[in-house]
Each structure stands twice: as C-alpha cells, then as structure tokens.
C-alpha cells in the first residue's frame, strides 16, 4: 500500500498525493501503525474458513511444525488450536543474517457460523497446512424446500 | 522456551518490479539466513508447498527459490484471514558461494536451501615455517 512507508513521519512531512490518505489511516487509529506487516486485528494462526454442503473446513498455515505439535479441541460450535511453534537452534558460531521467522506460544479458538458434530471431526497436516474437516450438524445443514 | 506469544504478521504480497508469467498473487516468503565458517543456510516459511513444487533458480549471481502451491480449497470460503498464492524471494549472492554444491530440501512448508562457500574463501590457516 503505498501509504504505509510514510507511516513514521510527521504529518507534515508526508508528501505527495498520498498525504490525505495516511491521514485518514492514522485517525482510523491503526494499532501496528509503526510496524507494517503485522495485523492489527489478528490472531496467530490466520486461518480461512470454508463451507460445502456437508462440512466446515479450517485451515490454517503452521509451516515449520510437526503434528503432534497442535493441539485442537473442537465443540458444537467452535474450535480451538493451540501448540507452540520453535524455530531449531543451528548450533554453536552461527551468525544470522536475517531473522523473519517467528517462534513462540500460540492459542486461538474460532467460532464457527454454524453447529458441528465435535465427535465426527478429523484434522490433517502436511507441509506446514492444517485443515480440519469439521462435519455439519443436521439442523446446519442446508434443507430443500419444495415448493407445492 | 520463554512461552511468549508469537505474533502474527500478514503475508507479504510481491510488488513486483516485473510480470510474472503465472497468474494469481505472489507472496514473498519469510526467511532466516544464517551462516557458519563453512557454508550459508536459508531457511524459508512456504507452508502449502511440498517437494515438487519448490523451483530454485541460479542465474548470474540471482538465487530465485519459488513455491507452488498444491491443493484445492474446499468448499466456498466464510472467512478469509489470508490469501493463498505461490511464493518467491529472490537473494544475490556473491561469489563466496560455490554455486556448483547448493542443496535444498523440504520439510513441513520449511525449504531448507544450504550454500557451501566455495573454498577460496574458507579461512585458512597459513603454517609458519622458521627459517
């Protein structure tokens, strides 16, 4: 966004065509407004849901672990992941050049638009993706109405 | 480990300078590069990536590592919190890299992509004869 680069600079100093719209930005009263690339609403992991007739899907990208690593706990109508992502030590006289990658604790839970079967859902990983198939309840399930 | 909390970062999407020949967004994957005496290791978050989609690219002195991403989403989406599109990060490198010997691998979306440094600029140890 071209906006963001001036996000450190007094008002003043914001030339340009974009001066009116890194205004309006900051008096939206962006939290991250000093650090671009980190969300201000969010939560770790980001996570799309999706829906087809018959399930719910989460997924959620957690590259670098293992599975049994997370830890997911489902009800009828949310679920949680939560783990803890570490980034391996490299040994001894390693010096680092770039460091993006992040470490640390992590637990989210999801409310989910309709109500599941918590006993019938499954989750797979594999390369660092996590999706977990959460099966619909009957009363969320879409029903056809004919019309008479 | 201290459990602090990680943070979340948006996924950076490419600003490219050029035209990729793929359509769909591109993302720029993050990396930890880290070196020791004998070689240079990246390391970079691809998570949807698996082996055979990791194309690494050596051109005058421009090491291009690109990720396509497998899999369909399933269903119709409800909530979208990221996008999903290949990656690709592109690093120069000097000639302290012995381009002949890189090696890559892939594990759990991480490519893994170590560069020996070529000999020459290996310190040596230069043994003092007396006279």
Do not use: C
């Amino acid at each position: 966004m071209p906006g963001t680069r001036f996000s450190n600079y007094p008002d003043w100093g914001v030339w340009g065509p974009f001066r009116g719209l890194e205004r309006l930005r900051r008096a939206m009263g962006s939290v991250a407004a000093g650090s671009p690339g980190y969300s201000t609403a969010g939560v770790f992991p980001l996570t799309n849901v999706s829906e087809d007739q018959d399930n719910y899907y989460v997924r959620a990208e957690l590259p670098g672990m293992t599975a049994d690593q997370i830890d997911i706990t489902a009800t009828v109508d949310k679920v949680s992941i939560s783990g803890e992502r570490a980034i391996s030590e490299e040994g001894e006289g390693v010096v680092y050049h770039r460091r993006e990658r992040d470490s640390g604790t992590f637990s989210r839970m999801i409310g989910l638009p309709g109500s599941v079967d918590p006993d019938k859902v499954e989750a797979s990983f594999g390369n660092g993706m996590l999706t977990i198939k959460l099966p619909k309840s009957e009363a969320s399930k879409p029903k056809q109405i004919t019309v008479n | 480990m201290d459990g602090k909390d990680i943070q979340v970062q948006d996924k950076k999407e490419l600003e490219s300078s050029g035209e990729m020949t793929r359509e769909g967004a591109f993302f720029v994957p993050n990396v930890d590069i880290f070196e020791d005496e004998n070689q240079l290791v990246l390391l970079a978050d691809m998570p949807g990536v698996d082996k055979d989609g990791v194309d690494i690219h050596l051109e005058e002195g421009q090491l291009r590592i690109q990720g396509k991403v497998s899999g369909e989403v399933p269903g119709e989406y409800v909530i979208s919190e990221y996008s999903v599109g290949d990656y690709t990060r592109t690093f120069t490198l000097s000639n302290v890299i012995d381009q002949e010997k890189i090696q890559a691998s892939m594990k759990n979306g991480v490519l893994r992509v170590v560069l020996p440094k070529s000999d020459i600029s290996k310190p040596r140890k230069i043994a003092v004869k007396s006279e």
